[in-house]
């Protein structure tokens, strides 16, 4: 149940962040709206790891959309738009 509750809050955000550029979610998504999320996140300083949850929230919409037929061309690549973290980072290093 949390992960539905994440998953839709991260859509929640996605489609408040359109809202506030004058863009109307219409039941698709575009490349370009989804990458100028991505690149806020970064401008805003959300870590790596709360961007790239947010873009696999963000796929599985994707994915949604397209199996129920309101549009049909994937907008989103995992492999190439999440943000690459180093093997070993995501946990503290004692120094």
Known sequence: MKTVESYTGDIKGFIRFLAER????EATLNRFTVISYKNHLLEN?????TINKKLNSIQSFKDFLIDKEYMSESVINLGRDRIKIAGGSEKPVKT
Do not use: A, L, V, W
Not at 22 to 25: H, S
Not at 45 to 49: F, I, L
């Open 45 to 49: 300083s959300y870590e790596p790891t």
């Open 22 to 25: 004058d863009i109307t979610f």
